[in-house]
């Protein structure tokens, strides 16, 4: 079956578009056949071909004018010359314009055969050439986003999913979760990647300068107002608009935002004429908006509005698996600050430290203990003291009890609570289970019974 679905025949000679068409058709190509350049152009015109299988020198118009035209209307067509004796120098000027092979008359069917084979083996490696380079593009821009969690693993997927779109997207998160990370993955995979991508802490702007510093202000606005001013909104024209803590934009303000949201348009203080800009926008908070609005602290018609899509980027505690890649993620960056300690890796016991600690700062939290570790780490690896005090000293503390955070079962987080219980006495005990069973409250008997259910022994 033929990767090239579609092919032109462009011959004078009726035989030889006759062979073509019935040879080519029964190898699983749509052949249309011409007789001239002109009426091959007018086809080309009208619809696309995979490949054009042309002779060189023809009545109205030649290969060579038709290679130049067909290439400019369609630059990935494989065109392939045929010539007859005498002709092969034209052939040869053919491929030097662009033709991807020639073929001499009088030829064999199995030769025009191979030929196409050979194109298609030769498209089929440049598609895949273009696919690899797109991944390689695509992980790249993807990098600062570490995690093999199944919780990361969403988020990727859906990072990947609404990239492409113009649609605004709502992330959500705790501090230090690397909202503005998923912000610029988003820009660098969308179409408006080679556009500007403007970030904006609304929460780091004294609310009397948001409006002129997000919507600018001509001059004479106000009493500071010595000269024009472009905002942050058309500064980002064309591109992402990234608004980190969202929640904190002043009441005012948010009527604006929905203003321009819905319309598209911005007036800058002090203007009279509104300006059309064209931006996606993304929108980040670490507080709950929706219980905002509930509070009457957001506009509700301002948080549907932002709301089209929503990531939720979960906490570092939610994903602890993933503490040991990101700390030898942050560890090869930091690195090369100590060129004079070569620091290239971690110790046992601390990674045992990072694995246990609850980030309540999350991945940035992770970053800064890591950058600081390698400032202070005196030997090639960097150990449990040259870590913050307090992973040390939660190290000495029993772990919190936890419950499964996704399950509502009473049933279910009863029994897990009970195993940690269970397990906890018994390593407090050394392992003397009828001490154990003393500390739970729990006949000798039942704790054989429930060490044996939930596979302590093993």
């Known amino acids: 079956m033929a990767t090239f679905r579609t092919l032109l025949v462009v011959d004078d000679e009726e035989p030889i578009r006759h062979l073509l068409t019935v040879f080519l058709t029964g190898y699983g190509y749509e052949v249309r056949a011409v007789e001239d350049g002109a009426r091959a152009l007018a086809e080309l015109r009208t619809r696309d071909y995979d490949v054009v299988l042309s002779d060189v020198r023809m009545p109205r118009l030649g290969g060579l004018e038709l290679l130049a035209e067909a290439l400019r209307l369609h630059p990935d067509l494989t065109f392939v010359a045929m010539s007859a004796y005498g002709s092969h120098d034209a052939a040869i000027a053919a491929v030097k314009a662009g033709a991807y092979d020639y073929v001499s008359k009088p030829f064999k069917p199995d030769e025009i055969l191979l030929v196409l084979q050979k194109a298609e083996e030769r498209e089929r490696l440049r598609r895949e050439n273009r696919r690899l380079r797109s991944e390689l593009a695509r992980d790249y821009r993807l990098d600062g986003i570490v995690g093999g969690s199944e919780a990361m693993a969403e988020v990727l997927r859906q990072v990947r999913k609404v990239a492409p779109l113009k649609t605004t997207v709502l992330l959500g998160g705790e501090s230090g979760t690397g909202k503005e990370l998923v912000a610029r993955a988003l820009h660098e995979l969308s179409p408006r990647a080679s556009l500007p991508f403007v970030a904006v802490n609304c929460g780091a702007i004294p609310a009397e300068l948001v409006e002129s510093e997000l919507f600018g202000h001509v001059k004479g606005?106000?009493?500071?107002?010595?000269?024009?001013?472009?905002?942050?909104?058309?500064?980002?024209?064309?591109?992402?608009?990234?608004?980190?803590?969202?929640?904190?934009?002043?009441?005012?303000?948010?009527?604006?935002?929905?203003?321009?949201?819905?319309?598209?348009?911005?007036r800058r203080v002090g203007d009279t004429r509104s300006e059309p800009v064209d931006v996606r926008v993304v929108a980040a908070s670490a507080r709950d908006l929706g219980r905002a609005v509930e509070l009457g602290q957001?506009?509700?018609?301002?948080?549907?509005?932002?709301?089209?899509?929503?990531?939720?980027?979960?906490?570092?505690?939610?994903?602890?698996?993933?503490?040991?890649?990101?700390?030898?993620?942050?560890?090869?960056?930091?690195?090369?600050?100590?060129?004079?300690?070569?620091?290239t890796g971690f110790t046992p016991e601390a990674l045992e430290a990072l694995r246990a600690w609850r980030w309540p700062g999350n991945v940035r939290e992770l970053e800064h203990a890591v950058e600081r570790a390698v400032v202070l780490c005196e030997g090639g690896r960097i150990r449990e003291d040259d870590l913050p005090d307090r992973l040390r000293e939660a190290q000495r503390e029993p772990a919190p009890l936890r419950a499964d955070p996704e399950t509502l079962s009473v049933k279910k987080a009863g029994r897990a609570l009970e195993e940690q219980l269970i397990r906890r006495a018994l390593e407090k005990t050394g392992g003397n289970r009828t001490r154990a069973a003393e500390l739970l409250e729990l006949s000798y008997r039942a704790l054989l019974y429930k060490i044996k259910e939930y596979g302590i022994e093993a």
């Open 221 to 266: 606005a106000f009493t500071d107002a010595s000269r024009d001013k472009r905002g942050l909104v058309a500064e980002a024209d064309g591109g992402t608009l990234f608004l980190d803590e969202i929640g904190e934009l002043p009441q005012p303000l948010q009527v604006k935002l929905l203003r321009f949201l819905q319309e598209g348009e911005i």
């Open 298 to 343: 957001f506009r509700q018609d301002l948080f549907y509005r932002l709301n089209v899509l929503g990531i939720r980027l979960p906490p570092l505690r939610e994903r602890p698996g993933d503490v040991e890649a990101l700390a030898h993620h942050f560890l090869s960056r930091y690195a090369p600050l100590r060129p004079d300690a070569a620091v």
